[in-house]
């Protein structure tokens, strides 16, 4: 027991604790920063056996549920998205207000106009993020020359794959006809310098030009410390970014924020094994130098031990998945790593006894997966390996049961319903596959470990809504998508505590209201296992406790003080570093 300081006891309306002992409770006692114990007032005050203690009423009208987990989110990508112009294809509830959803091409149009009216001066770049193609159009230079060509105006796609520059921001890039016919072969094919277009390899080529414009320290700063608040307002406790930076100059940067002794929540990384693996050709050298990544955190962020990201195939919001059937209007997929170098990486790893976590996005790109996972079990088998099917979009019933045989885990994203069933149904997919995405419900009758993650801002970074989307399946049209494929709210919030600490190897301190684990809590205004299913998203957070510090939902925040570069070259530098580490954990294909 923790000596000279007095225990707080936690009074509740109700405490959900998901520990199998003692599901419910009325009050918790925390002790330092651990759990003591939790029971009704007087077991817990028994349980303290006389050392002094102090009961904390203020959330005596609310339920108090375990500490809500962000298993997967990208602070860079998100600081960078949030610091925008934001007219996206869904609404933000932001610290500073609601941002609406875009309805269509000409709302959008309208609402960037209003943007670049109101900067600040004539010559300031304006970075807008979210518009969606599939939804609203093709968007060229045109398009943004028409809003205005003094003002460099920059339009990051929703999928966070393509940018449109009018003739302003070309023109401060120093971006001309020359530049782009400087580019590789592959990153030509995907640039058209009379659209403004830039996308794939032709967007990591343009970086250099653009970056500065884009991924500034003050626009990083003014992002991470958004980020930071929205995601203490949803209640998050701790958080992974999968894919973790590569760059010590900007991982310096999101430590200052993120790393904060004060921050309200730990944040750790899981090593890029991708751009690992292609850095380093000596299988033995590989391991040391993911492990030499451990001494560029500090504070409250740190590196995930043993745990290793991986890719497949493309991302959803482009429709980049690899597939077994064809694409509606039959475009292809694309491999984010090639076969080669993801069965080494695989390999690598494997054998070292790290966990793997591999984003996949399709069916085809599942059984690529699937069939490396089943060698390297048939070549060394492992024991509770935890191989983590990450996002889980487009599969087959035949794979569940796979995913099952194979000792792996899924981290599924199910915002992709919500958000594109509807759209994917018409465009790409086809009704089938688009409301079939997400399976959870198969995933949870073959009794596969689960979690939910939102890949922060492919979706908002808020657990309540992320349970809402899992448990309704209710698509932006109001109907219910592939609904044998909903789940209960029990096994949402699950996926959100205690089975997103299970997929982290985090669950002896994680993850449920339990004696001495992290004291780490989540307290609503209602109950999500008992309210109205539809209304799941609506609860409100009131504050988080984490390892027993206590952090209101709508405190105040310090703004961060960030030793960012302030010469010319130094910003550049960092800029197109920070930049080019979103667009890898956005996806990330060979040769970028």
């Given amino acids: 027991m923790v000596q000279n300081a007095d225990a707080v006891i936690y009074t509740a309306r109700e405490v959900v604790t998901l520990d199998p002992a003692r599901p419910t409770a009325q009050a918790v006692a925390v002790l330092g920063d651990r759990i003591h114990a939790a029971g009704t007032l007087s077991e817990v005050t028994a349980a303290l056996d006389g050392h002094p203690y102090r009961v904390d009423d203020r959330y005596s009208g609310h339920v108090i549920v375990p500490g809500f987990i962000a298993q997967h989110d990208h602070p860079i990508l998100a600081a960078l998205t949030m610091a925008s112009v934001i007219l996206s294809i869904e609404d933000w509830v932001l610290p500073g207000g609601t941002v609406p959803a875009v309805r269509d091409k000409a709302d959008f149009i309208a609402r960037l106009t209003e943007a670049v009216s109101a900067a600040p001066t004539a010559d300031e770049p304006i970075l807008t993020w979210g518009y969606h193609p599939s939804f609203y159009g093709r968007l060229t230079r045109s398009d943004l020359d028409a809003i205005s060509t003094q003002q460099p105006i920059l339009a990051w796609a929703r999928s966070c794959h393509e940018m449109v520059l009018n003739s302003a921001a070309l023109a401060r890039g120093g971006v001309t006809a020359d530049t782009v016919a400087g580019f590789s072969d592959t990153a030509q094919e995907q640039s058209n310098f009379d659209e403004g277009r830039f996308w794939e390899q032709g967007f990591f080529a343009v970086l250099p030009n653009i970056g500065s414009m884009v ?271 909903r789940v209960s709210a029990e096994t949402a919030l699950r996926g959100v505590t205690i089975n997103a600490a299970y997929s982290l190897k985090l669950e002896h301190e994680i993850g449920s209201i339990e004696p001495g684990k992290r004291a780490n809590l989540t307290i609503l205004g209602d109950n999500p296992l008992t309210v109205d299913p539809e209304k799941i998203r609506d609860i409100a957070v009131i504050g988080t406790v984490m390892e027993g510090r206590d952090f209101p939902a709508q405190s105040d925040r310090r703004k961060a003080s960030l030793d960012m570069p302030r010469n010319p070259e130094a910003s550049q530098e960092f800029a197109v570093a920070a930049l080019d580490h979103a667009m890898r954990v956005a996806h990330g294909h060979e040769g970028n």
Avoid at 309 to 336: C, N, T
Avoid at 417 to 442: F, I, K, S, T
């Fill in 215 to 485: 991924a500034s320290p003050e626009r990083l700063r003014a992002g991470l410390e958004l980020s930071r608040d929205y995601m203490r307002a949803k209640g998050i406790t701790i958080g992974n970014e999968p894919g973790g930076i590569l760059s010590k100059q900007v991982q310096d940067g999101v430590n200052a924020v993120f790393g904060a002794a004060d921050m309200p929540f730990r944040w750790s990384f899981m090593a890029d094994g991708k751009s690992l693996i292609a850095a380093q050709p000596d299988d033995a050298r590989v391991i040391a130098d993911t492990e030499a990544l451990a001494g560029w955190y500090g504070g409250m962020t740190s590196l995930a031990p043993k745990q290793i990201k991986l890719f497949a195939d493309g991302a959803i919001y482009s429709q980049l998945m690899q597939v077994r059937d064809p694409f509606l209007d039959g475009h292809k997929g694309e491999w984010m790593m090639d076969l080669d170098q993801f069965q080494r990486a695989f390999r690598v790893y494997w054998d070292a006894g790290y966990q793997l976590h591999v984003h996949v996005n399709g069916d085809a790109g599942l059984d690529r997966v699937l069939d490396t996972l089943e060698t390297n079990l048939r070549r060394t088998p492992r024991d509770d390996h935890r191989t983590t099917i990450v996002h889980f979009a487009v599969s087959g019933a035949d794979q569940v049961l796979r995913i099952r045989d194979l000792g792996a885990i899924v981290s599924a994203n199910p915002y992709y319903v919500a958000a594109l069933a509807d759209n994917y149904g018409e465009v790409g997919l086809g009704p089938d596959r688009a409301d079939n995405m997400v399976r959870l419900g198969d995933v949870e009758a073959a009794g596969i470990s689960w979690s939910l993650h939102s890949d922060m801002p492919m979706a908002p970074c808020d657990p309540l809504f992320l349970m809402w989307c899992a448990v309704n399946r209710v698509t932006s049209s109001g109907r219910v998508a592939g609904p044998a494929q």
